[in-house]
């Protein structure tokens, strides 16, 4: 059984380390963990799914007795409300177009049943766009990752490469200038499609796949 | 200084203890931690920052020796990348305008070095909504949440009361029907224009302070 555990606790060394100590001494397997620091610099805030715990009731008395821990929860694993991410990066006008096409078929997707978020970053410049395409390895749950502007290559392309090399996470390109679109698993003109076809590549609940129409300009 | 880790190991218990002990050991502060399994689940992948540590060598030489880990990165922190985030939850279509409005002007800030993201999950029921707002507290770097729908009221609402009593996010809620909007700070009838706002409450480059209008209908 999976459950999640949500912890506030005060923003101290070591409060990460010993919380994972607890959970490890009681054969829990963290499969995902989320921690960051409030606003105030203060509290830290860390959010865990485990497997593998049976003693829950010990889990609890432990946890409560960690130093510098102020309030905790344990409940059903929340990993799958947010679900597979569309992550889509480039120009406003642009990623604008790309989000209304894929989050209108991620509603359709979502309305039976799956869980399809589509996360956006407007963002432009070589360095700012080779930056935000590198950390998407780093990022949890991402699906596929759309790239809408009107030009981009060098160090962009680059990124691309690096992230098909270490991820199995698909590229969709807009059609535009540079060399992103050669490195793209599919080239789409239209931004609307380009969203509806990122959606589809990913959801359970449609018959599009990505690898039959690799290296493809649509 | 604040750097960020990169590291992939083995999918086993124990592995995230192991790494945050060298961490404190070596006097160091996490600020951050992403932490999931990958696909195949067989590897681990952690990203931190974390500040405060003098010793890189060592850090480098320690993480190196660590049992498990494959591969590993030292890098400037990312978690200026994807900056403050606009959350936008509800169905499709208000969800989709929601979004446009938000993504232009976060362009339009971001052009001037901010790095404001805008994710959005479409998604329908009380139940999954509920979820939805309730995790919303949960998620790293969120700056704002808008509700977008026609029709939201009863858990939905304690979810949006229960996240104001936890953190500090403030709430725009679109004209609709349902006790939503009774527990919103700000009220605003056009999607486009809430996304705007949103976007507007949480950009240092923008004039709007959403505390000057709390409880306001637009």
Do not use: W
Not at 140 to 146: C, D, E, S, T, Y
């Amino acid at each position: 059984m999976e459950i999640g555990i949500s912890i506030e606790a005060e923003n101290k060394v070591g409060v990460l380390h010993k919380l994972t100590g607890i959970l490890s001494e009681l054969g829990g397997n963290i499969t995902y963990t989320q921690q960051f620091i409030k606003d105030d610099g203060k509290i830290g805030f860390i959010y865990m799914e485990v497997e593998g715990i049976k003693n829950i009731d010990e889990l609890k008395k432990r946890i409560e007795n960690c130093e510098y821990v102020k309030n905790f929860e344990i409940h059903s694993s929340l990993k799958k409300i947010y679900g597979k991410r569309v992550i889509i990066i480039g120009g406003g006008a642009q990623v604008a177009e790309v989000a209304r096409g894929a989050i209108s078929e991620a509603d359709r997707h979502n309305i039976r049943g799956e869980r399809i978020s589509v996360d956006t970053l407007p963002i432009v410049g070589e360095e700012n766009l080779y930056e935000a395409v590198k950390a998407v390895a780093t990022l949890p749950r991402v699906g596929i990752l759309v790239l809408a502007g009107s030009l981009m290559g060098g160090k962009i392309t680059e990124a691309v490469k690096e992230l098909k090399e270490k991820t199995n996470i698909p590229v969709i390109s807009l059609k535009m200038f540079g060399s992103v679109p050669k490195v793209a698993d599919l080239v789409v003109g239209d931004p609307l499609q380009a969203g509806v076809l990122a959606v589809m590549a990913i959801a359970e609940t449609a018959k599009f796949d990505i690898n039959r129409v690799k290296g493809r300009v649509l």
